[in-house]
């Protein structure tokens, strides 16, 4: 089992940024993926940015540019750098991680909210 946490949300006016951050409770040296989704009210969750095999980064196109996805192995930590936020980014953003070979399971955090409004 993996417990994930995060932290970091708020709320922010538009143009704004804030750091999120994802600890695991587990090394994340070897994990599958690591990464961030979100989920707005009235919408599906969906994949924001993520650490893949191997540490590549998969984006989703409407944060690309703005969004910056990092971790820090010593730490177990993920962290999602945002900038020129939008009211659109506006979600409840949770860390995801998945175990990888042999189980895939999936982990999930309780969730922050993030909210961009003047």
């Known amino acids: 089992q993996v417990q994930l946490v995060e932290s970091g949300g708020g709320l922010v006016q538009p143009g704004g940024s804030l750091r999120l951050s994802c600890v695991s409770s587990?090394?994340?040296?070897?994990?599958?993926?690591m990464g961030w989704y979100r989920q707005a009210p009235g919408k599906q969750r969906e994949l924001v940015a993520e650490f893949t095999s191997g540490s590549r980064t998969n984006y989703a196109d409407s944060v690309k540019g703005r969004f910056t996805i990092s971790r820090d192995n010593a730490k177990n930590t993920v962290y999602l750098q945002m900038s020129s936020l939008k009211p659109e980014d506006t979600a409840v953003y949770y860390c995801h991680s998945n175990s990888g070979w042999p189980r895939f399971l999936d982990y999930w955090g309780q969730g922050t909210q993030v909210t961009v409004s003047s």
């Open positions: 587990k090394s994340i040296y070897t994990i599958n993926t």
